[in-house]
């Protein structure tokens, strides 16, 4: 086996152990665990964006479709969405979760568990409560106009991760952190699942040419998402796992063609999504004929 196949088979489980595996490690050993998923992101953000120019799934994806500018602008925003959304919501839980820990004389968060199997355990619990929104995203007409402006790029590479109108942030941040939180999750197992979610969704989207075998059961990333971002409704409407597969093996919507590395065309059907962000943050709420 060539060098170069050597490093497509190895580079996601490699740095997924070090990135993950590591995280977990240090945490346990005492250090913050802002400070770890800060660093773990960024590193994890340099070394996909470095391995999209060494080792890509598609050259020309590289290049700008005029889809960059608006992409760069996802970014912040993404991040803001965020940022103002999740004070309202620790809010709520905090609420919350005293409220459902007073009724039950317990917490419902296994805390005394090794930190690694708390972190598997968010990882499927996160999972179910991303998997039923995102899939919504897709089977609602209304939803749809929203997380259409994920699926209009028609390459994939590493800003695509970002690139969500702020409704499907707003909906999906919901839905996923809260029932985690509200279970009674530690600080360091929320910090963990969002490294996660920055590695994963680096990885997901990325434009490189990396092997995955048996882990396509696991993982939705790679080869596995870009048949989620098919032209073909018929194959982008399985792997809804925002991280994992779990719950589509589960409800039978995983999907994979073995003959192919992904779809030959990305992208929506009759596309008429303006290419400017202020536009597509103005798409959804346009008059629609056929919802």
Same mark, same amino acid.
């Not at 994920?150 to 941040?173: C, D, I, M, Q, S």
């Not at 989620?228 to 093996?249: C, P, Q, R």
């Given at each position: =086996?060539?060098?170069?196949?050597?490093?497509? /088979?190895?580079?996601? !489980?490699?740095?997924?152990?070090?990135?993950?595996?590591?995280?977990?490690?240090?945490?346990?050993?005492?250090?913050?665990?802002?400070?770890?998923?800060? #660093?773990?992101?960024?590193?994890?953000?340099?070394?996909?964006?470095?391995?999209?120019?060494?080792?890509?799934?598609?050259?020309? /994806?590289?290049?700008?479709?005029?889809?960059?500018?608006?992409?760069?602008?996802?970014?912040?925003?993404?991040?803001? %969405?965020?940022?103002?959304?999740? !004070?309202?919501?620790?809010?709520? %839980?905090?609420?919350?979760?005293? =409220?459902?820990?007073?009724?039950?004389? =317990?917490?419902? /968060? !296994?805390?005394?568990?090794?930190?690694?199997?708390?972190?598997?355990?968010?990882?499927?619990?996160?999972?179910?409560?991303?998997?039923?929104?995102?899939?919504?995203?897709?089977?609602? +007409? @209304?939803?749809?106009?929203?997380?259409? %402006?994920?699926?209009? !790029?028609?390459?994939?590479?590493?800003?695509?991760?970002?690139?969500?109108?702020?409704?499907?942030?707003? @909906?999906?941040?919901?839905?996923?952190?809260?029932?985690?939180?509200?279970?009674?999750?530690?600080?360091?197992?929320?910090? *963990?699942?969002?490294?996660?979610?920055?590695? *994963? $969704?680096?990885?997901?989207?990325?434009? #490189?040419? &990396?092997?995955?075998?048996?882990?396509?059961?696991? &993982?939705?990333?790679?080869?596995?998402?870009?048949?989620?971002?098919?032209?073909? #409704?018929?194959?982008?409407?399985?792997?809804? $796992?925002?991280? &994992?597969?779990?719950?589509?093996?589960?409800?039978?919507?995983?999907?994979?063609?073995?003959?192919?590395?992904?779809?030959?065309?990305?992208?929506?059907?009759?596309?008429? %999504?303006?290419?400017? /962000?202020?536009?597509?943050?103005?798409? +959804?709420?346009?008059?629609?004929?056929?919802?």
């Amino acid at each position: =086996m060539k060098t170069r196949d050597v490093f497509s /088979w190895s580079i996601f !489980p490699v740095t997924v152990a070090v990135v993950l595996l590591g995280g977990v490690w240090a945490i346990d050993a005492g250090h913050a665990p802002s400070l770890v998923a800060g #660093i773990g992101t960024f590193a994890s953000l340099v070394l996909v964006v470095t391995l999209e120019r060494l080792l890509p799934y598609r050259k020309e /994806w590289n290049q700008s479709q005029g889809d960059l500018q608006a992409d760069l602008l996802y970014l912040p925003s993404y991040f803001g %969405i965020n940022a103002l959304v999740q !004070p309202v919501v620790a809010a709520g %839980i905090v609420l919350g979760g005293a =409220m459902i820990s007073n009724a039950l004389g =317990m917490g419902l /968060w !296994p805390s005394e568990w090794p930190l690694l199997a708390q972190f598997l355990l968010a990882c499927v619990v996160v999972e179910f409560f991303d998997y039923w929104p995102h899939r919504l995203l897709h089977e609602v +007409p @209304f939803l749809w106009r929203f997380h259409a %402006i994920h699926h209009n !790029p028609k390459r994939l590479y590493w800003l695509n991760a970002t690139r969500a109108h702020f409704g499907e942030v707003v @909906f999906r941040g919901i839905f996923n952190a809260v029932p985690l939180a509200l279970a009674g999750a530690s600080a360091e197992i929320l910090a *963990l699942v969002g490294l996660a979610n920055s590695l *994963l $969704g680096l990885f997901q989207h990325a434009n #490189i040419n &990396f092997k995955m075998g048996p882990l396509t059961w696991i &993982f939705s990333v790679g080869e596995m998402h870009r048949w989620h971002h098919s032209l073909k #409704i018929s194959e982008a409407n399985h792997n809804y $796992g925002s991280n &994992f597969l779990f719950w589509d093996v589960v409800f039978g919507t995983r999907f994979r063609d073995a003959t192919k590395s992904g779809p030959e065309r990305l992208g929506i059907e009759d596309d008429a %999504i303006p290419a400017s /962000w202020w536009a597509q943050l103005r798409e +959804p709420f346009k008059e629609h004929k056929n919802n």
